[in-house]
């Protein structure tokens, strides 16, 4: 298996970043064929998506997100910024990783998705992101 750790600076508001040109170049890097690309964010309050990226997505999907886990005093769980309690619940919607199988070195990925990072922790600036290639 071949891994790779990258960092994505997500800044003090909520966001999704796009993570797609860098599993492209990991697989370039490893020589990659056919196998499967893992993706693993290892923070609690953060997750990856394969979502369409631009044309107002990214916004409707964190006004969702805000919709389904408002930020208030609703949360048990209450260090950090007000409803940052909401930010342990998302694994319950975002999982912290996804696969994407690669055919002849690249992702199997559809016209208009995007592999990206989730984060609506304003708490936590600088994210890890685990890249795994497992040949098959």
Partial sequence: MKHREISVDSG???????LTDACAAFLADVDASD????????H??????VVELGA?????????????????????HRHGSPGHGADHVLPLLVPP???VPVVAGRMTLGTW??????????DNPQRTV???????
């Fill in 12 to 18: 003090r508001h909520p966001g999704v970043f796009d």
């Fill in 35 to 42: 196998g499967l690309l893992t993706v693993f964010v290892p």
């Fill in 44 to 49: 609690a309050t953060a997750g990856v998506v």
């Fill in 56 to 76: 107002g997505s990214d916004a409707d999907l964190l006004d969702a997100l805000d919709r389904l886990l408002p930020r208030d005093d609703r949360w048990r």
């Fill in 97 to 99: 990783s996804l696969t």
């Fill in 113 to 122: 998705q995007s592999i990206a990072l989730l984060d609506p922790n304003r």
């Fill in 130 to 136: 685990q890249l795994s290639f497992l040949a098959g």
